[in-house]
T-cell receptor, first 112, second 112 residues
Framework: NAGVMQNPRHLVRRRGQEARLRCSPV?????VYWYRQLPEEGLKFMVY????????ESGMPKERFSAEFPKEGPSILRIQQVVRGDSAAYFC??????????FGSGTQLSVL | DAKTTQPPSMDCAEGRAANLPCNHS???????VYWYRQIHSQGPQYIIH???NNETNEMASLIITEDRKSSTLILPHATLRDTAVYYC?????????????FGTGTQLKVEL
């Protein structure tokens, strides 16, 4: 019973590099959500996608951040030209459109 | 979504019941009450949710007051592994996804 799989678990990037975070939802789930958790802070919603479509990106920074959920393959959160302030834990969740969200273990991004 | 208010921290002795309160005085008639928890560094885990009636599952019980302005999550026999941040969230089911807004939650510490 595979849950939400995120990789890598830890990602280290230097300032200015690109970070690509992957999320494979629970099999059969077509709704994916990305959250960010800064050190010692709560989870902040970033974006909600439903198979190839961005439904709500109200929490996503306007620049450098993008997300996709292609027809085939995992959802990708992409951060271009990373800065130190992007260092955080990034969590992905999926659902079938019903009540519960299933969360992955997260990717810890560290920007040097 | 209605704002929820939770105490920042609580302690509980192992084996005793942990009762975590949540105020949601502005909750609307179609908003559900959800509880999630986050064990240190892990992704949030769904616990339980309800609309009007009390709910029970293998993890916990949810008691919602008749006026729906507050609720209590009950862990009947708390163990050390229940130490976590517990989030109470009021949310409308849209039928097309379930974007959750996390607050600061209650840090529950279960001790010997």
């Amino acid at each position: 019973n595979a849950g939400v799989m995120q990789n890598p678990r830890h990602l280290v990037r230097r300032r200015g590099q690109e970070a690509r975070l992957r999320c494979s939802p629970v099999k059969g789930h077509s709704h994916v959500y990305w959250y960010r958790q800064l050190p010692e802070e709560g989870l902040k919603f970033m974006v909600y996608l439903q198979k190839e479509n961005i439904i709500d990106e109200s929490g996503m920074p306007k620049e450098r951040f993008s997300a996709e959920f292609p027809k085939e393959g995992p959802s990708i959160l992409r951060i271009q030209q990373v800065v130190r302030g992007d260092s955080a834990a990034y969590f992905c969740a999926s659902s079938s459109g019903e009540e519960k969200l299933f969360f992955g273990s997260g990717t810890q991004l560290s920007v040097l | 979504d209605a704002k929820t208010t939770q105490p920042p921290s609580m302690d509980c002795a192992e084996g005793r019941a942990a009762n975590l309160p949540c105020n949601h005085s502005t909750i609307s008639g179609n908003e559900y009450v959800y509880w999630y928890r986050q064990i240190h560094s892990q992704g949030p885990q769904y616990i339980i949710h309800g609309l009007k009636n009390n709910e029970t599952n293998e993890m916990a019980s949810l008691i919602i007051t008749e006026d729906r302005k507050s609720s209590t999550l009950i862990l009947p026999h708390a163990t050390l592994r229940d130490t976590a941040v517990y989030y109470c969230i009021a949310n409308i089911l849209t039928g097309g996804g379930n974007k959750l807004t996390f607050g600061t939650g209650t840090q529950l510490k279960v001790e010997l």
